[in-house]
């Protein structure tokens, strides 16, 4: 528990300098992220086929995170627990380029900071 509100105050306060999304934007962000993971996968499909379907890209990955653009904010958006092996990766997509990392921090400061199971 206390190391959980530790990673959050770390993160917090990498977003401390970005304004959170307004209240429109938040809901429209908000309702896309959870309906990527809500929706499932983008066909019927058997097993893991990250090429081909949004869901398991989204969901699987190694120590890099999700081969899919944009994860890290899909899951603060969306509020959903992010798998403890991504959060190095997690690390990176802060430290990335300018304006993913901005919209990143936005993200965070709206919705939270991301939460590692
Ligand atoms: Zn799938």
């Not at 934007?25 to 959870?34: D, F, K, L, M, T």
């Not at 499909?45 to 090429?51: E, L, Q, S, Y």
């Not at 430290?95 to 993913?100: G, I, P, T, V, W």
């Not at 965070?108 to 900071?113: C, E, H, K, W």
Request: net charge positive; proline share 5%; charged share 25%.
């Amino acid at each position: 528990m206390r190391r959980h509100r530790r990673g959050r105050a770390r993160y917090g306060r990498s977003g401390g300098n970005a304004l959170p999304w307004s209240a429109d934007e938040a809901r429209q962000h908000g309702s896309i992220a959870r309906r990527m993971f809500s929706e499932g996968h983008s066909y019927p499909h058997k097993g893991v086929d990250a090429d081909n379907c949004g869901y398991c890209a989204l969901t699987h990955g190694d120590a890099d995170g999700p081969n899919y653009a944009g994860w890290a904010r899909l899951y603060i958006e969306a509020k959903r627990p992010i798998p403890r092996q991504w959060e190095g990766a997690f690390q990176r997509e802060l430290d990335s380029d300018k304006a993913y990392s901005h919209a990143l921090r936005r993200s965070i400061v709206t919705f939270g900071g991301p939460r590692f199971v």
